[in-house]
C-alpha cells in the first residue's frame, strides 16, 4: 500500500512557473517509476512527466518538454514537478501516481496508486 500526497498547486500567472511536490509513504519508495498526470474538466487525465526509481531518467510529454522537469528526491521520499513558462490551458488537477512497470508509462492505465491532486490554475 501506497499513500501520494500532492502538494504546490495554486494560481499564476501566464508565463509564470510553480514546484509540485508529491510525499509519498508506504513502501520502499525508489523502488518503483513515478509519474505525473493533469486532468482539465471534461477531459481525460494526461500524461505530463514520469522519472525512474534511481532517477536518473526521466520522460515527458510532447508539450512540456523544454518547460518542466520531473526530480526526486529518495532520502525524503518525495517526487518534484517543476514548471515554468505555464499556459492558460495548463489549468488543471495535477496527480501523481506509481506505475506498475517502465513501459506504456504515458497511459494511466499502467499506474496503481494515485494521490487526491493538486488545483493549478493559470491565468491569461
Known amino acids: 500500500q501506497v499513500h501520494l500526497v500532492e502538494s504546490g498547486g495554486g494560481l499564476v500567472q501566464a508565463g509564470g512557473s510553480l514546484t509540485l511536490s508529491c510525499a509519498a509513504s508506504g513502501r520502499a519508495f525508489s523502488a518503483y517509476v513515478m509519474g505525473w498526470f493533469r486532468q482539465a474538466p471534461g477531459n481525460e487525465r494526461v500524461f505530463v512527466a514520469a522519472?525512474?526509481?534511481?532517477?536518473?531518467?526521466?520522460w515527458y510529454g510532447d508539450s512540456v518538454k523544454g518547460r518542466f522537469t520531473i526530480s526526486r528526491d529518495n532520502a525524503k521520499n518525495t517526487m518534484y514537478l517543476q514548471m515554468n513558462s505555464l499556459k492558460p490551458e495548463e489549468t488543471a488537477v495535477y496527480y501523481c501516481?506509481?506505475?506498475?512497470?517502465?513501459?506504456?508509462?504515458?497511459?494511466?492505465?499502467?499506474?496503481?496508486?494515485w494521490g487526491q491532486g493538486t488545483q493549478v490554475t493559470v491565468s491569461s
Open positions: 501516481a506509481t506505475a506498475r512497470t517502465s513501459w506504456n508509462l504515458g497511459s494511466p492505465r499502467n499506474y496503481d496508486y
Open positions: 522519472i525512474s526509481g534511481s532517477g536518473d531518467t526521466t
